[in-house]
């Protein structure tokens, strides 16, 4: 039994008393390194695909009314859906939510590759996939988010919601860089 005041060996070496944060505590959760990654790739290829898509969509179509339904059919989709989506992680496994919001992220670029490459993109065909697109968003950020507390646990949950927003703004940049 501890006594008040009293450290550990570890924590007397490092100098950090219990109550003390950690810098960077949630990369040490080996499950949390390659999600850290993995966050940061897939918001990478979003971003890709939203500078690549929206460009297309800019110069097919020279209305800039329609590049515009881009922008608002998905972030319409996060605002009216996203409570929902957080109740859907909340009853069902994040990590099958997530699984199937990536496979209609993948669905959608290969479908808006196929339309660029084939020349045929229509409106038609961008209005589905902008959605299809914005769905997998809505699906996919609340079962990210619920799946942090199941990585690391409630002692380093603020770090590893800092980590994964630092990885999500470093794909951002990224995608829209690349």
Not at 13 to 40: D, K, N, Q, S, V
Request: net charge positive.
């Amino acid at each position: 039994m501890k006594t008040p005041g009293a450290t550990d060996t570890a924590t007397a070496r490092t100098g950090e008393t219990a109550h003390e944060p950690r810098a960077f505590a949630a990369l040490r959760h080996r499950g949390f390194r390659p999600f850290f990654f993995f966050i940061a790739a897939a918001m990478t290829g979003d971003f890709i695909e939203h500078v690549i898509s929206y460009w297309v969509l800019c110069r097919e179509f020279e209305r800039p009314a329609r590049a515009g339904f881009a922008i608002v059919s998905l972030w319409r989709l996060y605002l009216l859906f996203s409570v929902w989506s957080g109740a859907l992680a909340d009853r069902f496994d994040p990590r099958r939510i997530i699984q199937a919001a990536m496979l209609l992220f993948m669905g959608a670029s290969i479908a808006w590759g196929f339309l660029f490459l084939t020349d045929a993109l229509e409106m038609w065909h961008a209005m589905v996939l902008l959605v299809l697109h914005g769905a997998a968003g809505v699906l996919w950020n609340p079962s990210v988010q619920l799946m942090l507390h199941d990585i690391v646990g409630p002692a380093q949950l603020q770090s590893a919601v800092r980590l994964t927003a630092t990885a999500r703004l470093l794909g951002i940049v990224a995608g829209q860089a690349v």
